[in-house]
């Protein structure tokens, strides 16, 4: 290492800690656990670590007891399991007196690190110690979180900036209550934007051409360090081709099969294994989502692909020069976001005589289900109108759903609908208010 462990602790005990915005993330509160915060590169893991520390330092708590740690620095290549005792003396030697004074730990992408699991073990078992940990692998979600840590870790996702988060970030205060018209028709404006722009945080300040840029080098960065070198994969071809599939089709069924077989005609050599775990591979990187059937019978669930999302429609606008003409998409994406932020499960509902209900919306503890949600771009139109309530209408009888939403991009309630179904604009839905 080009760097001794002295200088190291120093250098982020005296690292100013920058301007940022807040970010709206639920945190459970379990004394005696780390606190994972999981996400794809560049959400603003990082970042929320600063606004921890700030939330501390504001309660009077001396920067002596936090340490933060980005094991993605070059001069921590080498870093092994037993240089974390190391770190921790080089700690508490600078200042000795808070070895029995709760100190506060930040290690950022601590995934690199083989061992890791056991050292954050034996820091809250031996310690007073708050910990939090970030990764950008599922895998932290779950065999190292369940098993390792023996439940000693509370996960929380970290996504890109929701729409309020968005507003904030650009100085434009987030309305509490219905606005007036011209309020409306200008958080409508932020909205478009939003939706074609994206919210991760990094790209706010850019021009288009320099933000379409950036989003398709994080897009690269991902496929390359997290998902190719991580899992060796070496079907390299097949794998960018079934990112380009992905891209140009959001918010649909993925099937498997027919992307082989597609895929066979083309002359590129993959199994169908090989496609399975490239997808689990896209997601343990957070970036895709993949939303399962609603149905209670395994073998369905087995039978029906999954529905894929993007972690950011900014992606999708940066990477894909056709998608932007189906804004329904991009707003069947949005809406997806929103509602995983929210910690619900999440599934798509197919009827026999062939309806699609976009969201099943269901509690996580009693797996109730709260709502359906249905994304339409506009329902101006009667018969479309009348197609997405009778689907809605025989699905919430099915299911036993008192309640659904149409989200579409402008309009909203009618009094032609029926009173537990309601029609809510895109901005409105995403600052629900």
């Known amino acids: 290492m080009d760097i001794s462990f002295d200088n190291w602790v120093a250098d982020s005990l005296e690292r100013p800690l920058p301007k940022l915005t807040p970010r709206q993330l639920a945190i459970p509160n379990a004394p005696g656990n780390a606190l994972a915060v999981l996400g794809m590169r560049r959400t603003g893991k990082t970042w929320f670590c600063f ?10 708590i001396p920067r002596t007891q936090l340490l933060y740690i980005n094991f993605e620095d070059e001069r921590l290549l080498g870093f092994s399991a037993k240089d974390f005792q190391l770190m921790l003396n080089a700690f508490y030697r600078r200042d000795p007196g808070i070895m029995n004074k709760e100190s506060h730990f930040f290690f950022d992408e601590i995934q690199n690190i083989e061992g890791w699991p056991q050292f954050i073990r034996r820091l809250l078992d031996q310690r007073r110690a708050q910990i939090t940990i970030t990764g950008s692998s599922a895998r932290l979600l779950g065999s190292e979180i369940h098993t390792s840590l023996r439940g000693r870790a509370l996960p929380c996702e970290m996504f890109p900036f929701s729409f309020p988060e968005y507003l904030s970030a650009n100085n434009i205060s987030c309305p509490q209550r219905i606005p007036s018209s011209q309020v409306r028709l200008e958080l409508e404006r932020i909205c478009e934007a939003y939706l074609l722009a994206g919210g991760f945080p990094g790209t706010l300040s850019l021009d288009t051409t320099t933000r379409r840029q950036m989003l398709q080098q994080y897009l690269d960065v991902v496929i390359l360090r997290d998902v190719i070198e991580r899992h060796r994969v070496t079907s390299v071809q097949a794998l960018r081709a079934l990112v380009r599939h992905i891209l140009h089709a959001p918010a649909s069924r993925l099937s498997v099969n027919k992307i082989y077989n597609d895929f066979r005609s083309r002359g590129l050599a993959c199994s169908k294994n090989s496609l399975h775990a490239f997808v689990d591979h896209l997601a343990d990187a957070y970036l895709i989502y993949c939303v399962p059937i609603h149905t209670r019978n395994e073998r369905v669930r087995r039978a029906n692909p999954a529905k894929v999302y993007l972690v950011d429609t900014g992606i999708l606008s940066a990477a894909s020069a056709n998608i932007t003409e189906d804004r329904g998409a991009l707003l069947e994406n949005l809406v997806y976001l929103h509602l995983r932020r929210s910690g619900n499960i999440i599934e798509y509902f197919h009827a026999e005589q062939g309806e699609e209900i976009d969201f099943v919306v269901r509690d996580p503890l009693s797996g109730i289900i709260r709502e359906m949600v249905q994304v339409c771009w506009s329902i101006e139109s009667a018969g479309t109108r009348k197609r997405e309530l009778r689907s809605l209408l025989a699905a919430m ?20 609908m029926p009173p537990n179904i309601h029609v809510v604009p895109a901005w409105r839905y995403l600052l629900a208010i």
Do not use: D, F, P, S
Request: glycine content about 6%.
């Open 51 to 60: 606004q921890r520390m700030q939330e501390l330092l504001a309660k009077g």
């Open 397 to 416: 009888e099915t299911l036993g759903c008192e309640h659904a939403t149409i989200v579409t991009w402008r309009e909203e309630t009618q009094h032609a």
